[in-house]
């Protein structure tokens, strides 16, 4: 077997033989006998020289190759070391492309993106998104397993909806139907009521609703927690904000594309009602069924920027007709929520919220909501035998990605969004 050397490791090999793979990124004839390639792999870039024999059948951009040669210092300012090959050898040759992506921007608009994905993501500012999301999520396990949370993989075809309000894809089972799961809710709340306690859950979640906004997916990454034993939604937003400012200075030691500072300042909290408020008093706009939209969102982060120097801020205390059944009435206002969301950088990213523990208060809510308790049994049954105080909440990946990066629409920050 052949032994590979990724780009990133030529410093090491210095004067001595090396076998590089990967895509042929760039190609500059010098002249007859000369010719440098670019040549890309997960490791970075290298550039590699042919002459002679090994410049009259070039391959073409895009290819994929094997190259041997000597690893040698280099005059180019960007590649301190190149390799001179001695061997070529194509291992898949490329079509003509049919955009350009050796270029600093990728230039083609979402449809041609979507159309010709993979070769998309080629493009570096792709790979380094993409990079970006796989160390927000393996932080995001790191963060809640140190706090003593059980990871979990809950069920994706279910046979009932959490969700008030939320569309359902519809699927059959087995000639029955059932429906792809719009939020692992339930199942959090009953692992909790299971004795685990803290749980947490990075799955795909589905929502059928027709939309063509920068700001939506029918299919995204739902990072879940939930936790027994806490009575002050406080607790909760002071656990998120938390989890952001150790995310956000772990990608600053380790990416330059992060377009927020890494110090996070605190966020400010305040009431729903009193954030539309300030929109209402500051730019005239009313609320007609009292709760935010998406200019509200943008409008109340350049208000918490400019007061309090950080582009978020956290909303509680949301009407309980626009909460889920399972949210628990407010402590002081009962027609309110002990909910919250986080709008980060003009965008929701988080709801989250305590959730209703006692039986017959549930199961009044859920009759309030006109829904059939003996539909829910399979959720029920764990409140029945004792369930402890409890709350969590849920971020959206590709939202918090896409905010991170300063992203224009979220599909950017999905990897292959459902078409």
Same mark, same amino acid.
């Given at each position: ?223 879940? #927690?939930?936790? %027994? ?9 002071? &656990? +998120?904000?938390?989890?952001? *400012?150790? /995310? ?100 929701? #990213?988080?709801? %989250? ?9 549930? &199961? +009044?809510?859920?009759?309030? *909501?006109? /829904? ?48």
């Amino acid at each position: 077997m052949i032994k590979r050397t990724l780009s990133n490791e030529l410093l090491g090999s210095l004067g001595q033989a090396v076998t590089l793979q990967g895509w042929v990124r760039r190609i500059r004839e010098v002249s007859a006998g000369l010719v440098f390639l670019i040549v890309a792999d997960r490791g970075g870039e290298t550039q590699v020289v042919l002459s002679g024999s090994l410049t009259t059948q070039l391959p073409t951009v895009e290819s994929v190759v094997e190259i041997t040669g000597v690893v040698q210092t280099s005059r180019s300012r960007v590649f301190p070391h190149e390799l001179a090959a001695n061997q070529l050898t194509v291992l898949s040759q490329a079509e003509p492309l049919p955009f350009p992506i050796n270029q600093a921007e990728l230039g083609v608009g979402l449809d041609i993106m979507d159309k010709f994905r993979p070769l998309a993501l080629r493009h570096p500012l792709y790979q380094d998104v993409f990079r970006v999301q796989h160390r927000l999520l393996a932080h995001f396990a790191e963060f809640f397993s140190q706090q003593g949370f059980t990871r979990v993989s809950t069920p994706k075809m279910v046979a009932t909806g959490t969700e008030g309000g939320a569309e359902l894809f519809k699927i059959d089972y087995f000639g029955e139907t059932a429906y792809l799961a719009q939020s692992p809710q339930f199942f959090k709340q009953m692992l909790v009521g299971a004795g685990f306690e803290r749980v947490f859950e990075m799955g795909p979640v589905f929502r059928a609703e027709a939309h063509h906004t920068s700001r939506h997916l029918n299919e995204f990454i739902s990072l879940d #927690i939930e936790m %027994g034993f806490v009575e002050d939604v406080n607790v909760l937003m002071d &656990l +998120e904000e938390s989890f952001l *400012r150790s /995310l956000l200075q772990d990608l600053h030691e380790r990416f330059s594309t992060i377009t927020i500072a890494p110090e996070l300042p605190t966020i400010p909290r305040l009431p729903l009602g009193e954030a539309l408020g300030i929109i209402h008093r500051e730019h005239g706009k009313v609320s007609e069924d009292g709760n935010i939209d998406p200019e509200g969102e943008r409008l109340i982060c350049q208000w918490a920027e400019r007061e309090h120097g950080v582009p978020a801020a956290f909303l509680h205390s949301y009407p309980r007709h626009i909460r889920p059944f399972y949210a628990l009435p407010g402590v002081k206002n009962a027609g309110l929520t002990e909910s919250f969301d986080l709008i980060f950088r003009g965008q929701e #990213i988080t709801t %989250g919220g305590l959730r209703q523990h006692q039986l017959n208060l549930l &199961l +009044e809510s859920m009759r309030e *909501r006109g /829904l059939t308790p003996e539909k829910y049994e399979f959720y029920l049954q764990v409140f029945r035998y004792g369930m402890p105080p409890h709350g969590g909440f849920a971020i959206g990946a590709e939202r918090l990605t896409m905010q991170l990066l300063g992203l224009k629409n979220i599909r950017e920050a999905s990897v292959l969004p459902l078409m």
